[in-house]
């Protein structure tokens, strides 16, 4: 379950969590994965999406704007919107010909059903409460919309470990206030009950170029071997890394 009670609406801290990422504003973009990950990353995202190549798909969350570009690059218009305001600026150089916005995912500045495809870019774990996110989603995307999320899965150990405060190894350092790892099974019951027909699934093998936390960083080469390996067998993929979320919006 979400660590706080989905009825009760809790508020993100937005101005926290904008300043927090202000921080990593710089000329080369933000990205905490090694490049060949990144790529990784939004293919899995795109094949699991099956969406049409000149769709027009939003990136939430999109920071300075590294899986917008990716995006682009295979075929798709895009819209990236993040709250930091110096993380889009940094897109915006990066990439003059992507089109990027400030916003808030709980309240888009977007029309109903104007969308064909949302990708959620590691945001919902930043959410006290997705509910209200999740809702917004649904209003934008088109009838067959799809939208793809993925976020830290809380049932990795080494997520829990380090990521996780009730581990006795947590670490604030590179963290905001408000995120926390998630469950495969209370993304299935946000989304459904919002609408969606969805599916999870599950992915490892990202490297991670940094981590803030320095035992973080001694362990990060370890880390990166056992996720490469230990997560291909079968019966340890609801272990993984990561869980993603394919949510699809149904037209009747």
Not at 124 to 153: A, I, Q
Not at 187 to 200: A, D, I, P, T, Y
């Amino acid at each position: 379950m979400w660590y706080l009670v989905m009825s009760v609406r809790i508020a993100q801290n937005k101005q926290s969590e904008a300043a927090f990422f202000n921080e990593y504003a710089k000329p080369e973009g933000y990205d905490v994965f090694e490049q060949t990950s990144t790529r990784k990353l939004v293919d899995t995202c795109i094949q699991l999406a099956g969406w049409e190549q000149g769709g027009l798909i939003a990136d939430l969350g999109c920071g300075s704007g590294v899986f917008t570009s990716l995006l682009a690059a295979n075929g798709f218009k895009t819209l990236g919107l993040d709250l930091s305001h110096k993380l889009l600026v940094s897109g915006g150089v990066r990439s003059p010909h992507l089109q990027f916005m400030a916003g808030d995912v709980e309240f888009l500045p977007l029309r109903s059903e104007s969308l064909d495809g949302v990708l959620l870019s590691g945001i919902l774990h930043h959410l006290p409460d997705p509910t209200h996110c999740v809702r917004e989603v649904f209003r934008v995307l088109k009838p067959n919309g799809v939208v793809v999320t993925f976020d830290p899965n809380r049932l990795n150990p080494f997520m829990w470990l380090y990521r996780d405060r009730s581990s006795p190894f947590y670490s604030s350092k590179g963290v905001t206030a408000n995120e926390r790892p998630i469950l495969s099974s209370a993304l299935m019951e946000v989304f459904s009950k919002q609408g969606f027909c969805v599916s999870v699934s599950y992915l490892s093998g990202l490297h991670y170029r940094y981590v803030a936390s320095t035992f973080g960083r001694f362990l990060l080469p370890l880390y990166n071997k056992v996720d490469d390996y230990l997560f291909r067998l079968s019966f340890l993929k609801p272990f993984s890394a990561f869980v993603l979320a394919r949510g699809l919006k149904s037209a009747g």
